[in-house]
């Protein structure tokens, strides 16, 4: 009985590592996609620019976008706060 407590906590503990892992993988996986999408935009304002000044407002909005690009990615990898309980 307390070898099939034992297998049924270890099994459930690894279930939910991998599920907590694989969250993990998406979140961080889907901020990439949308740093490279991020990327591929300013590739192309800076491409297209015909002048300074269009050169200019490519390089202006690039820190903005990449700033709300950090902060997700903190957020995606930031651990999860587990509350205790006190007695």
Not at 1 to 28: G, I
Not at 31 to 41: A, Y
Request: hydrophobic letters at 30%.
């Amino acid at each position: 009985m307390k070898l099939f407590f034992v297998l049924t906590m270890a099994f459930l503990t690894t279930s939910v590592l991998a599920k907590s892992l694989e969250e993990k993988k998406t979140k961080l996986i889907s901020g990439l996609d949308e740093r490279i999408s991020e990327l591929q935009k300013s590739k192309s304002c800076i491409q297209q620019a015909q002048d300074e000044k269009s050169l200019s407002e490519c390089r202006k909005s690039k820190p903005n976008r990449r700033e709300k690009l950090r902060k997700k990615l903190k957020e995606a990898t930031k651990p999860r706060e587990q509350k205790v309980e006190k007695k």
